[in-house]
């Protein structure tokens, strides 16, 4: 059963959000709508200022953070929102344990595909290059941040690159073409987005791109050899689609996914883990799964749990 501060949550967003969201065609427009309110890092936590690969970002670090190092990719469909916008993640993450790197890739209009794509690469080679072993890095992200670790996913595989141990997605937003039937059947009920507007907005990002690019729709892509899944999405949101069949396909291609599809919860509302206990109990999950190397052989099995 959701929580009443689940409930609550929607009830807001659909105030504060979707309603101003709806139709706007304007980028900086959305961007502004898009900025959470602002949150305070907790003091056992130590943020600095770095870049890898010549992508700006932040370390986030926290008391028991060890070897595991989080490449955390920030949603905002990929024009808006930053490294510091999604701390309330990040944090959650590193008071896990975890030593989390958050890069503050290009956004579009002015960065268009594959500007995200091949910043999310070289702040992942620059890691190796540190010393990082690629079974030590984890990859994370939620709705285009969830598509962008995707996407990076299968450039390293195209490259020959070794690729991350596991890789942990909130509502990744992995059709930029909008086929999901949840676009139109999830249009009333999701709290942050109408169901109409997800391919226009694909189009800041994509420029003349086909929406059906693998690597800028990782849902049309080959899954195999990727490593282990976990899909965190809400029942009601328009892109719920995007990770059922994301998870449907990525098992026929032999990958180990566990889908997760959450009641009544918002579009990434683990960015509010520090009001609502199904953020907390998200990333406690994505913690578990993240630190689970040796499940790793277990392939080409899929479990599917609502909560």
Not at 49 to 66: C, F, H, T
Not at 101 to 119: C, G, I
Not at 238 to 260: F, I, M, Q
Request: aromatic letters at 8%.
């Amino acid at each position: 059963m959701a929580s009443i501060r689940a409930h609550l949550a929607v009830w807001i967003t659909k105030w504060r959000v979707k309603r101003r969201l709806k139709g706007v065609r304007d980028y900086r427009v959305a961007r502004r709508i898009l900025r959470p309110d602002p949150y305070k890092v907790p003091p056992t936590i130590k943020i600095s200022p770095a870049q890898l690969g010549g992508v700006p970002g932040e370390w986030v670090v926290g008391p028991k953070s060890g070897g595991i190092v989080l490449l955390y990719l920030h949603g905002g469909g990929y024009f808006g929102c930053s490294a510091k916008t999604h701390r309330p993640i990040t944090v959650g993450f590193a008071l896990q344990g975890f030593r989390v790197y958050a890069p503050d890739y290009r956004l579009a209009p002015e960065n268009k595909f594959p500007a995200a794509v091949d910043d999310a690469v070289a702040v992942y080679r620059a890691l190796l290059s540190e010393g990082h072993a690629a079974q030590s890095i984890v990859v994370a992200g939620e709705s285009a941040g969830g598509g962008l670790a995707l996407s990076l996913m299968l450039s390293l595989r195209a490259s020959g690159d070794p690729l991350p141990a596991r890789a942990a997605l909130f509502s990744p937003w992995t059709d930029l073409a909008a086929t999901g039937e949840s676009v139109r059947t999830n249009a009333s009920r999701c709290a942050m987005f109408s169901g109409t507007d997800i391919a226009p907005t694909a189009g800041f990002y994509l420029g003349d791109t086909d929406p059906r690019h693998p690597i800028a729709s990782p849902l049309y892509a080959d899954l195999s050899g990727i490593p282990p899944l976990l899909i965190h999405v809400g029942q009601d949101e328009v892109l719920r689609d995007d990770s059922t069949r994301l998870a449907e396909r990525a098992h026929a291609a032999g990958v180990h996914v566990e889908l997760k599809v959450w009641p009544v919860v918002p579009h990434a509302w683990q960015l509010a883990a520090h009001l609502i206990p199904e953020g907390r109990q998200s990333l406690r999950e994505a913690g578990s799964f993240l630190r689970a190397h040796e499940a790793s052989a277990e392939q080409g099995s899929v479990e599917t749990a609502r909560a």
